[in-house]
C-alpha cells in the first residue's frame, strides 16, 4: 500500500494499475529511460514497454522497507 500511495503521488508516475500480487504495475512517460536510470543507480525493476498491452509501464516487485525506500528515493531524483 505504501509504494502505491507514493507512486500515485508522483508526477513521473502517470498511472499505478490496481494489483493483489507482490508486484505493481506502473506507467510513466519514458520507461526505457526510467528503466536506464535506475539500473544505472542499481535498482532493479523489469521494463514491460515491449509488452503488448503494457507499453510505458514497468513492473516493480515489492521488496523490503530499506529497497522500497531506495527505490522511492531514485524515482524521486527524476
Known amino acids: 500500500d505504501r509504494l502505491a500511495k507514493e507512486f500515485a503521488a508522483m508526477p513521473l508516475i ?9 508486484f505493481i504495475l ?15 543507480k542499481g ?5 514491460r514497454n515491449n509488452v503488448s498491452l503494457c507499453g510505458g509501464c514497468l513492473r516493480i516487485t515489492v521488496g523490503t522497507t ?3 525506500t531506495e527505490l522511492l528515493d531514485r524515482l524521486k531524483e527524476i
Open 43 to 47: 535498482v532493479i525493476v523489469r521494463n
Open 66 to 68: 530499506e529497497e522500497n
Open 14 to 22: 502517470k498511472k499505478v494499475y490496481p494489483t493483489d500480487a507482490n
Open 26 to 40: 506502473v506507467k510513466v512517460d519514458d520507461a526505457n529511460a526510467v528503466y536506464k536510470y535506475l539500473m544505472e
